[in-house]
């Protein structure tokens, strides 16, 4: 009886950490954190349609009229969010490599 609540246990932990290294894993894969440096890199419309009239009118061209400044979200919370994310991928990646190689020596391949 025993051990089957513990396998049942460690049935949902291990399924709640391959839910959580799959999230980590697909946010990192889709390329999210190039996508935001790429908008910002690129200028909208508006500060385009700004620009063809200064170069119109023949004024000092400066891009920082035209970028927007990114805004600072690094924090704390922030901080600490990034540390604990890292730090469980580390482990739950680690958990997975030994859970396969685990398979593969039960399945003797």
């Known amino acids: 009886m025993k051990t089957k609540t513990l396998n049942k246990i460690f049935k949902y932990i291990f399924i709640v950490f391959f839910i959580t290294f799959l999230a980590l894993y697909v946010s990192q894969s889709t390329g999210y954190f190039e996508f935001q440096n790429k908008q910002k890199a690129t200028l909208t419309e508006n500060q385009i349609k700004k620009f063809e009239e200064d170069v119109k009118k023949g004024k000092n061209i400066d891009i920082d009229n035209y970028v927007t400044p990114p805004k ?38």
């Open 72 to 109: 600072n979200y690094d924090n704390t919370i922030a901080k600490a969010g990034l540390k604990v994310s890292e730090t469980a991928e580390k482990y739950v990646q680690k958990i997975i490599t030994g859970s396969f190689k685990l398979f593969s020596k039960l399945l003797g391949e």
